[in-house]
């Protein structure tokens, strides 16, 4: 009940067009949903982030859409560029100071 | 702007040794945590830290892990008896209550 479900495992996509990935989970206890965003031998970056009380949220190229009656939330890269290339975890947790429960990782490659 | 610092960046250990990991996380965040990633795998939670005790930890978590915030400003990760599956990333993050960041580990090697 604690996992999150992420897809697709990798992801290619040409420069400019838009990236999206998916998560799904299974506890509805989780009520903060990040994405974090990995480049080669760095830690997550913590990219953007969600409650489930909207169902949008929007910073710059990145976007987060969360289903709560689906329990899933998906990840839009606009506009994508080559230095977007990264893995990308998505991740829940229930409130403050609780663990973060990670998605599997997508690894997305952006080609010019 | 502030960050969490972990030290060292490479750790190359026997098996049976111990090994501390040390962390510096961002200096008015209240919950300190840390994860694991083995290579090309999913970030794992290990322990989270507050208020000077343990507050929640995974089943990786065994006696062989402890935790310390020895000072204001420290938080470190021990592994008294290295395996080597043992060997991943290591990372420290800390965060003021939701959003966590993430330092840029420690690469653990055990051979």
């Known amino acids: 009940q604690q996992q999150v479900k992420q897809s697709p495992q990798s992801l290619i996509v040409q420069k400019g067009g838009i990236s999206i990935i998916n998560c799904a989970y299974e506890n509805t206890a989780f009520d903060y949903f990040p994405w974090y965003q990995q480049f080669p031998g760095k830690g997550p970056a913590l990219l953007i982030a969600i409650r489930p009380d909207v169902s949008e949220k929007k910073e710059g190229r990145f976007t987060i859409s969360f289903n709560k009656s689906a329990k899933q939330f998906s990840l839009h890269i606009m506009d994508s560029q080559p230095g977007d290339s990264a893995t990308y975890f998505c991740?829940?947790?229930?409130?403050?100071?609780?663990?973060?429960?990670f998605g599997g990782g997508t690894r997305l490659m952006v080609k010019p | 702007e502030p960050e969490v610092t972990q030290t060292p960046s490479h750790q190359v250990t026997q098996m049976g040794q111990e090994v501390i990991l040390r962390c510096v996380p961002i200096?008015?965040?209240?919950?300190f945590y840390w994860y694991r990633q083995i290579l090309g795998q999913k970030v794992e939670f290990l322990v989270s830290f507050y208020n000077n005790e343990i507050s929640e930890k995974s089943e990786i978590f065994d006696d062989q892990f402890s935790v310390e915030r020895p000072d204001g400003s420290n938080f470190t990760l021990k592994i008294r008896s290295t395996k080597l599956e043992d060997s991943a990333m290591y990372f420290c993050?800390?965060?003021?209550?939701?959003?966590?960041?993430f330092g840029p580990g420690t690469r653990l090697t055990v051979t």
């Open positions: 991740a829940a947790s229930m409130n403050a100071g609780n663990m973060l429960t």
């Open positions: 993050a800390s965060s003021e209550r939701l959003e966590e960041y």
């Open positions: 200096s008015n965040h209240l919950y």
